[in-house]
């Protein structure tokens, strides 16, 4: 997340900086990353009242979110070695199995 300002004469400048646990974004790690996407995803979702999806990509390297508590419906891709292709819900309903 770099938001720019594009000032006279074609100037781009940095409007602000985006840290995590007080450091640069572009320093931290893929787990601190998708962390931090979350804490962002459930901030956005307060101050705008609404409820949207969130999409946890790569989740493989997260193995528990203990830092939010997500809202609302949750999208989790993992890769997993040697399982066949699967679908899980929330609910007791058993998991859909790819071909």
Do not use: W
Request: glycine share 8%; hydrophobic share 40%; aromatic share 8%.
């Amino acid at each position: 997340m770099r938001p720019h300002k594009n000032l006279k004469g074609g100037e781009i400048r940095d409007v602000f900086k985006f840290t995590y646990e007080d450091r640069p974004y572009v320093c931290l790690s893929g787990s601190e990353r998708i962390r931090a996407g979350l804490e962002v995803a459930e901030l956005v979702k307060g101050l705008l009242g609404v409820d949207f999806p969130v999409f946890i990509d790569d989740a493989e390297r997260v193995p528990v979110i203990d830092n939010v508590r997500p809202t609302g419906q949750i999208f989790i891709a993992k890769v997993a070695k040697g399982v066949k292709l699967t679908v899980q819900t929330a609910s007791a309903t058993p998991p859909a199995q790819a071909a």
